[in-house]
Nanobody, 120 residues
Framework: QVQLVESGGGLVQAGNSLRLSCAPS????????MAWIRQAPGKDREFVAN????????AYASSVKGRFTISTNNAKNTVYLQMNNLKPEDTAVYYC?????????????WGQGTQVTVSS
């Protein structure tokens, strides 16, 4: 049962933009916190950004701050990651992850990931 579906990945040149989308369903529709986490080849997973449902509080990794923006729509049924001024080092599989327990930053549900490739 797929509960988080990502879309929007692709191949872009450095300096360009992409927008990723994540659509929660089923249990994850009542998410408390949603995050984007990426994994580059041969590297550990890396936190990118998250957003809290109750007050839209956001947090970013220092490597993407000022270039990436996480947001959600009014219905809270889609979470976006707007990625501007992309760099080759942003190349990775991007995962959407959800936590359901209020007050707890823990990601119990993960999507299958979407590939982002940035060419120089």
């Amino acid at each position: 049962q797929v509960q988080l579906v990502e879309s929007g990945g692709g191949l872009v040149q450095a300096g360009n933009s992409l927008r990723l989308s994540c659509a929660p369903s089923g249990r994850t529709s009542s998410w408390y916190v949603m995050a984007w986490i990426r994994q580059a080849p041969g590297k550990d997973r890396e936190f990118v950004a998250n957003i809290r449902r109750t007050d839209a509080f956001t947090a970013y990794a220092s490597s993407v701050k000022g270039r990436f923006t996480i947001s959600t729509n009014n219905a809270k049924n889609t979470v976006y990651l707007q990625m501007n001024n992309l760099k080759p080092e942003d190349t990775a599989v991007y995962y959407c992850a959800a936590g359901l327990i209020p007050g707890l930053i823990r990601y119990d549900y993960w999507g299958q990931g979407t590939q982002v490739t940035v060419s120089s």
